[in-house]
């Protein structure tokens, strides 16, 4: 599975627990404080990251970026499929959180996780992570597209 490097406009925040789900490095110009375009096409531009937006007029200021014409999240993982972004649960590899790399990890709250569930600590922001509820719904979700 190719992961990409992705970045999403502030109409688009919805998308970033999917994608990093599914192994994207995915940066949320919100996480980040940003809603200027400028800003965002830098970004885009220096890190090389796909745009990812609703907004038509940024989108056809950067190359390759991808514009979503729906307002709801399963019709734009829909349209992301739809243009090649892959949508398969991996390993996680993301946090949900901050987007920082996950580590296999013993959590200190062993005792709200089964034991045969297997846990992952963010490196940059020390949340935890497990396969537990939220990991089923979006794999319904993603089975549904």
Known sequence: MSHKRLLLDVMCGDLRSYLRMCGHDTVYALDRGIEDDDRIRSIARTERRTL??????LAESV???IILT???TTEQLRTLRAVGIELTLSEPQR???CNGPLERTHSPRA???P???PVWQCSDCGQFFWKGSHWEHVRATLDSL
């Open 52 to 57: 990812i937006t609703r907004d038509r007029q």
């Open 63 to 65: 190359s390759d970026a």
């Open 70 to 72: 729906a307002t709801e």
């Open 95 to 97: 946090c949900g959180r």
């Open 111 to 113: 005792d709200s996780i």
């Open 115 to 117: 034991d045969d569930n």
